[in-house]
Structure formats: structure tokens, C-alpha cells
Nanobody
Framework: QVHVVESGGGSVQSGGSLRLSCVAS????????MAWFRQAPGKEREGIAA?????????EDSVKGRFTISQHYDNAKNTVWLQMDSLKSEDTAMYYC?????????????????WGQGTQVTVSS
């Protein structure tokens, strides 16, 4: 069983930065993918960034150039970070981390098997 936990959310003013962390504990295999999703009130959950064990990353247009995803594996703990810069009020949402065995580097929800409970990010203008 894989357990996913996010941290690092909070409140920040527009133009500020936050760094989210996610730890997936448990065995995902030698090759796996992790991603960040977000869900604003009244909206669908959307994928924004993904990375695999080759450290190849992809970003949705809404965050490209402002957010950076990175990944590290150490002693059965798979960690992924999301550095968020130049934050805007429209980035306000609950942010979720997800993990899946296999190489995907995709932000499609159906690809991911394991999800965290989310961490809230609020950006005030």
C-alpha cells in the first residue's frame, strides 16, 4: 500500500511564492510517476504538473514558467515538490499530490492510483 501526504500550503499575497511537498511512502516500483492536481471551489480537479523517475517534467499552460516540479527517491520514500512562484489569485485551490507505478508523466486523473488528502493554497490580491 502506498500512502501519500502533502504539506506546505498556506496563504500568500499575489506575486508571492510557496513550496509544496509530497511524500509517497511505499513501493511504487523502479519506475513511477507523480503529479500535482488542484481543485478550486465549484470547479473540476485539474492536473497541473507531472514528473517521472527519468525526471522528465510536464506542465499545463496555466502554470508553465511559474511552477517547477522536482522529484527525489530515498530509502523507499518518493518525494516530489512543487515550487510555485509569481502566484496569482486564480491559483487559489486545494492542491493534491498523486502517484502511480509506471512511466506516464501525465496529468490525466485516471492514470493515478494513489492520492493525498490535499493542502490548501490561498492567494490574496
Amino acid at each position: 500500500q502506498v500512502h501519500v501526504v502533502e504539506s506546505g500550503g498556506g496563504s500568500v499575497q499575489s506575486g508571492g511564492s510557496l513550496r509544496l511537498s509530497c511524500v509517497a511512502s511505499g513501493y511504487l516500483g523502479r519506475r513511477y510517476s507523480m503529479a500535482w492536481f488542484r481543485q478550486a471551489p465549484g470547479k473540476e480537479r485539474e492536473g497541473i504538473a507531472a514528473i517521472d523517475t527519468d525526471r522528465s517534467a510536464m506542465y499545463e499552460d496555466s502554470v508553465k514558467g511559474r511552477f517547477t516540479i522536482s522529484q527525489h527517491y530515498d530509502n523507499a520514500k518518493n518525494t516530489v515538490w512543487l515550487q510555485m512562484d509569481s502566484l496569482k489569485s486564480e491559483d487559489t485551490a486545494m492542491y493534491y499530490c498523486a502517484a502511480a507505478p509506471g512511466m506516464g508523466r501525465t496529468t490525466e486523473r485516471r492514470f493515478y492510483d494513489y492520492w493525498g488528502q490535499g493542502t490548501q493554497v490561498t492567494v490574496s490580491s
